[in-house]
């Protein structure tokens, strides 16, 4: 059952107000891992927010501006911080909706919280005091992905980090836990006991089933996991649901065996709102 929890708001300045917590609609935070060039950004971003508009479901557009932690040194990394935010500010004025990417260094904090909504913390720097100080200084919302080799109760220190910084509210991201090698596990015990740290909690349905390494040179993954565990998230009670989608995941740059195709999408979503509104009908 879904108890009282923190509220956050992520939007406004003339683009959709998304409310995230207590008894609102699941949030989608949804988008393609990196951003590949704008057309193909502006091209996913458009056909989510039609997608949520039709569902009824509040959308956060997410693509990252560099993946600074991929596994090889030639794999590709994106547009870099000041092309990246440039074209992130024209999808959120385009379409209408809020923006979020990963910021991976403390100066990227302020340069980005003048353009996005929200702002993201990757799971390997959920500890790194600096990144989490610089982004609650900002006054932004933002949100923590929970390492992967974190329990979940620990991570409330960074949330407090961010909070005694400024921040304008937390979203705690369970991506899964590393589970051996090359692989993670999802312990819905953990969305629970987030939950309990008084902040919005979010699953992320992509990174749970990604196999990291898997590939030797990149990241593995099984995009068909992904809407077993986004429903039994659901069903937990989280507050929002992250996921990586891409118009053709063969063929991105960027985590493709864990993206979910855009085709596949409408149906999904539908599933996780009725199972949304099951939840907070019965609580």
Not at 53 to 82: C, H, Q, T, V
Request: proline share 7%; glycine share 10%; with cysteine.
């Amino acid at each position: 059952m879904i108890g009282p929890v923190a509220r956050m708001m992520v939007g406004g300045d003339g683009v959709s107000e998304v409310p995230i917590g207590g008894r609102h609609p699941i949030a989608l935070i949804a988008g393609p891992c990196v951003i590949e060039s704008e057309e193909i950004a502006s091209r996913i971003c458009g056909a989510i927010a039609r997608c949520c508009a039709d569902i009824g479901l509040p959308f956060i557009f997410k693509a990252s501006f560099d993946k600074a932690n991929r596994s090889s040194l030639a794999s590709y990394r994106g547009p870099g911080l000041e092309d990246g935010l440039e074209i992130l500010s024209r999808i959120r004025s385009e379409h209408g909706v809020p923006v979020t990417t990963d910021i991976h260094l403390p100066e990227h904090a302020a340069p980005a919280a003048e353009v996005v909504d929200l702002l993201q913390i990757p799971a390997f720097l959920c500890r790194q005091t600096d990144l989490l100080v610089a982004a609650g200084q900002t006054g932004m919302p933002v949100n923590l992905k929970k390492g992967q080799f974190l329990a979940p109760w620990d991570i409330g220190h960074a949330v407090a980090k961010l909070a005694s910084s400024g921040a304008a509210g937390v979203l705690v991201t369970e991506r899964g836990s590393s589970f051996g090698y090359n692989n993670l596990v999802v312990d819905m015990r953990a969305l629970p006991t987030i939950r309990a740290l008084g902040v919005p909690v979010c699953f992320d349905a992509t990174h749970s089933v990604q196999k990291p390494g898997g590939l030797g040179d990149r990241s593995g993954g099984d995009r068909t996991m992904v809407p077993y565990l986004a429903r039994a998230a659901v069903a937990a009670g989280v507050d929002a649901v992250f996921l990586e989608a891409h118009e053709d995941p063969d063929s991105a740059l960027s985590d493709g065996p864990n993206m979910v195709h855009l085709d596949d999408l409408p149906g999904l979503l539908r599933q996780l709102a009725d199972v949304d509104r099951l939840v907070k009908d019965l609580s």
